[in-house]
Structures are given as structure tokens and as C-alpha cells.
């Protein structure tokens, strides 16, 4: 089986609303119990829909996000 079509049957058996949900329910719990950390969500569901055919990884500021302190998503912290 190749790369993408592992992807493929990944994405096709994986609820991504619910484990979006989930993980920055995750993030923001964090985030409360470390305040002053900087908490990083990475979007699965969009990294993998971002990642190249030649391997080359996508930008980080397209598929990461900051959890803020009142639970919102904010910029990557990588983004230029």
C-alpha cells in the first residue's frame, strides 16, 4: 500500500470533526493549567490534506495554531 493511499484510508475512517474537537479541548485544558506556556494545536485534518507529494512538509503557520487563554485559537507562533 503507498503513502497516500494509507492517507487516504486514514482520513476515510477517522471522524475529523470529533477529533479536532477533542484535541483542542485537550489544548485548552492545558492551557489553563499552564497559563504562561505558549500551547501549540496542530489541525491534522489539515496538515493532512497540506503534505506534498515530493515529501516536503507545508509551512507550520497553515496547519498550527496558538491556544489562547480564553480557549480561542490563535496565530501560529511560527508564522513570520
Known amino acids: 500500500m503507498t ?3 494509507l492517507r487516504a484510508e ?3 475512517r477517522l471522524n ?3 477529533f479536532n474537537a ?3 479541548e485537550i489544548a ?3 492551557k489553563r493549567e499552564l497559563p504562561d506556556w505558549a500551547v501549540v494545536w496542530w489541525d ?3 496538515l493532512s490534506t497540506l503534505v506534498r507529494s515530493d515529501g ?3 509551512a507550520r503557520h497553515l496547519f498550527e ?3 489562547m487563554a480564553d480557549g480561542s485559537l490563535g496565530p501560529s507562533p511560527n508564522a513570520d
Open 56 to 58: 516536503e512538509p507545508p
Open 65 to 67: 495554531f496558538e491556544t
Open 16 to 18: 475529523w470533526e470529533k
Open 28 to 30: 485548552c485544558a492545558f
Open 44 to 46: 491534522e485534518c489539515k
Open 10 to 12: 486514514r482520513q476515510n
Open 22 to 24: 477533542e484535541g483542542i
Open 3 to 5: 503513502t497516500s493511499s
